[in-house]
């Protein structure tokens, strides 16, 4: 299968500082990417899906401004959280969809980026 | 997408067949039934999806029922390294088509 990296694998910042959070996928083109977080002992909750070349789309309740998502390049979506609170700790998750390879079409998740703000 | 059921737990024992129901008795005709699996503290990795018919590829079995309106993961010989959350997940739109996760079923097995 593809492999999708995310950088970094954990990160500790002060409150009110910004954070980016990167998504690469390894060896496939990636035309959509999406973003999900996951408090302790909860499942997976979608917050935005990225389109490379275009805005992101983002699920009712994510705040748009204060989760920024950057998606330039089909190999590349960064999620910025700006102005990090101890609420926005959590585990935040990347995957990406190919671009039609056959036998893609399944979605492929990276490690996952542990965020801890003090 | 239709909405799916799992139980939240299962136990079962190294070297046996492990078998988690889902059920998704609102299922359309064009959605597939995908599984995800997610070890502790990781991303969740691809198992397997089917539409109709049963599927079987190096880690898993999928056998969806000819109403599909359930379906059954079968891992043929647990592993300890198999422990995990196991999702469900019904979907129409491929890999480039947002993925909404449920609870899912904690699997763990037993030595």
């Known amino acids: 299968g593809a492999v999708v990296s995310q950088h970094p694998s954990w990160v500790i910042c002060k409150s009110g500082t910004s954070v980016k959070i990167e998504c690469r996928s390894l060896?496939?083109?990636?035309?959509?990417m999406f973003w999900y977080r996951q408090f302790p002992k909860q499942s997976l909750m979608l917050m935005a899906t990225?389109?490379?070349?275009?805005?992101?789309?983002?699920e009712q309740g994510v705040e748009k401004d204060k989760f920024l998502i950057n998606h330039a390049s089909l190999t590349l979506s960064t999620l910025t959280v700006t102005s990090a609170h101890p609420e926005d700790s959590s585990f935040y998750i990347c995957?990406?969809?190919?671009?039609?390879?056959?036998?893609?079409?399944?979605?492929?998740f990276g490690p996952g980026t542990r965020l801890t703000v003090l | 997408d239709a909405k799916t059921t799992q139980p939240p737990s299962m136990d079962c024992a190294e070297g046996r067949a492990a078998n988690l129901p889902c059920n998704h008795s609102t299922i359309s005709g064009n959605e597939y039934v995908y599984w995800y699996r997610q070890i502790h503290s990781q991303g969740p990795q691809y198992i397997i999806h089917?539409?109709?018919n049963n599927e079987t590829n190096e880690m898993a079995s999928l056998i969806i029922t000819e109403d599909r309106k359930s379906s059954t993961l079968i891992l043929p010989h647990a592993t300890l390294r198999d422990t995990a959350v196991y999702y469900c997940?019904?979907?129409?739109?491929?890999?480039?088509?947002?993925?909404?996760f449920g609870k899912g079923t904690l699997l763990t097995v037993n030595p």
């Open positions: 990225s389109n490379e070349g275009s805005k992101a789309t983002y």
């Open positions: 060896d496939f083109q990636a035309t959509t």
């Open positions: 995957s990406a969809g190919g671009t039609g390879r056959e036998g893609y079409n399944e979605q492929f």
């Open positions: 089917g539409l109709k």
């Open positions: 997940i019904v979907s129409s739109g491929g890999s480039n088509y947002k993925l909404t």
